[in-house]
């Protein structure tokens, strides 16, 4: 495919200066700005219009009568009490590998988890 733009005097000497400073070709240059800087659709992208379908069906499957989850049970603290429970009862301590049978480097050190 063949292009004709007409550029404006400055952009069109900053794509010749880079030209002359890579060693390759104006139209080298300006189609490989071309390519970069185009957007790109994927095939699973989808318009507001198929979105807003796609959600009307999923909410065409759930059965009658059912009622709506209730805003505590929708809030972080519902959701993720039993990691922060878990994060509050352990921790790590670190511990010199000379407490540890058998070892005497001093400077070296693990990690052993301890309980409060």
Avoid: C
């Avoid at 069906?57 to 519902?78: C, K, N, T, Y």
């Amino acid at each position: 495919m063949t292009i004709t733009l007409e550029l404006p005097p400055d952009l069109a000497v900053r794509f010749v200066a880079e030209a002359k400073a890579t060693g390759v070709p104006v139209d080298e240059v300006v189609r490989k700005y071309l390519y970069h800087a185009t957007p790109e659709r994927s095939a699973t992208q989808l318009t507001a219009e198929e979105v807003d379908r796609g959600l009307e069906e999923a909410a065409d499957l759930i059965a009658e009568g059912i009622p709506p989850l209730s805003d505590e049970a929708m809030s972080r603290e519902s959701i993720y009490t039993r990691e922060d429970d878990w994060n509050r009862e352990w921790t790590f301590s670190p511990t010199p590998i000379s407490s540890f049978a058998g070892f005497s480097a001093p400077i070296l050190s693990t990690a052993r988890l301890v309980t409060r």
